[in-house]
């Protein structure tokens, strides 16, 4: 499985602004910076994970529609709970923010396509398996398992301290990545529990939760703490743990 961490900066800041991630082309994990790759790597992409609504997750949605979109009958597909498909329906494709584009597919060849995940129920896109799990953040937000068969990875952001996608990773035995956040430092604990996000410490904790190491990805880290965080990061000293870097690909 490869993975990539896409960019959302143009000065090769290591911060992540937005978040997005690529699995082998043709699925994205969020569209906070997906509309800014290159438009021939957007036009592979056929289906889009939505973890929940927050602007950093889907920013850049409707500029890739915009970019991918050609007349026909086919058409990307976006993932969601029933919460991020209402969000989008009735916040961006609304003829204000962004033309109505489910108006538009009415009328038209179709722009995209939303389809409604459901809590701990897996779906088959092509030949990966993807198993959304509800996550502790301060909106509906999902994590996902993502298993091409050969290779798993489970990705843990938005959250704050959690356990169903934990038990659900452990009974993978495909897994062999982690996609988690750190957001704040440890000091800002306070804010991370109201936030319901987490701190290396709490990151830590959750990690603890696997039985099993495996490689360990940290994303999600805020910009105005980043120096911070990432010097907690490596004061843990997990063998097994990578600061994420915008525009990097990894294989699994």
Same mark, same amino acid.
């Given at each position: 499985m490869k993975i990539k961490v896409i960019g959302s900066s143009v000065d090769g800041n290591p911060c992540q602004y937005a978040a997005s991630y690529v699995i082998n082309d043709h699925l994205a994990i969020d569209a906070g910076s997906i509309g800014f790759m290159s438009v021939a790597a957007q036009k592979q992409i056929q289906h889009i994970l939505i973890s929940h609504s927050h602007l950093d997750h889907i920013g850049s949605l409707p500029i890739f529609i915009d970019n991918v979109y050609a007349p026909g009958p086919d058409c990307v597909k976006v993932y969601g709970s029933e919460s991020v498909v209402d969000c989008l329906k009735s916040n961006f494709f609304n003829d204000c923010v962004w033309p109505d584009l489910l108006r538009l597919s009415r009328e038209e060849s179709p722009f995209l396509d939303f389809v409604t995940l459901e809590n701990a129920a897996t779906i088959q896109l092509g030949d990966i398996k993807v198993t959304p799990?509800?996550?502790?953040? &301060? $909106?509906?937000t999902f994590g996902f398992v993502i298993d091409d068969g050969e290779s798993a990875m %489970?990705?843990?952001?938005? @959250?704050?301290? @959690?356990e169903k996608v934990w038990e659900v990773?452990?009974?993978?035995?495909? =897994?062999?990545? &982690?996609?988690?956040? *750190? *957001?704040?430092?440890?000091?800002? %604990?306070? =804010? *991370?529990?109201?936030?319901?996000?987490l701190t290396p410490e709490l990151m830590h904790r959750e990690y603890d939760k696997l039985d099993r190491q495996v490689p360990l990805m940290?994303?999600? $880290?805020?910009? *105005?703490?980043y120096e911070e965080v990432t010097t907690e990061l490596r004061a843990l000293r997990l063998p097994l743990l990578e600061i994420s870097a915008p525009n990097c690909e990894y294989e699994i």
């Amino acid at each position: 499985m490869k993975i990539k961490v896409i960019g959302s900066s143009v000065d090769g800041n290591p911060c992540q602004y937005a978040a997005s991630y690529v699995i082998n082309d043709h699925l994205a994990i969020d569209a906070g910076s997906i509309g800014f790759m290159s438009v021939a790597a957007q036009k592979q992409i056929q289906h889009i994970l939505i973890s929940h609504s927050h602007l950093d997750h889907i920013g850049s949605l409707p500029i890739f529609i915009d970019n991918v979109y050609a007349p026909g009958p086919d058409c990307v597909k976006v993932y969601g709970s029933e919460s991020v498909v209402d969000c989008l329906k009735s916040n961006f494709f609304n003829d204000c923010v962004w033309p109505d584009l489910l108006r538009l597919s009415r009328e038209e060849s179709p722009f995209l396509d939303f389809v409604t995940l459901e809590n701990a129920a897996t779906i088959q896109l092509g030949d990966i398996k993807v198993t959304p799990i509800a996550l502790d953040h &301060v $909106i509906p937000t999902f994590g996902f398992v993502i298993d091409d068969g050969e290779s798993a990875m %489970a990705v843990v952001s938005d @959250t704050g301290p @959690t356990e169903k996608v934990w038990e659900v990773a452990n009974q993978n035995e495909h =897994l062999k990545c &982690v996609i988690i956040e *750190a *957001a704040f430092p440890n000091s800002m %604990a306070w =804010l *991370a529990e109201r936030a319901k996000h987490l701190t290396p410490e709490l990151m830590h904790r959750e990690y603890d939760k696997l039985d099993r190491q495996v490689p360990l990805m940290v994303v999600h $880290i805020k910009p *105005a703490y980043y120096e911070e965080v990432t010097t907690e990061l490596r004061a843990l000293r997990l063998p097994l743990l990578e600061i994420s870097a915008p525009n990097c690909e990894y294989e699994i």
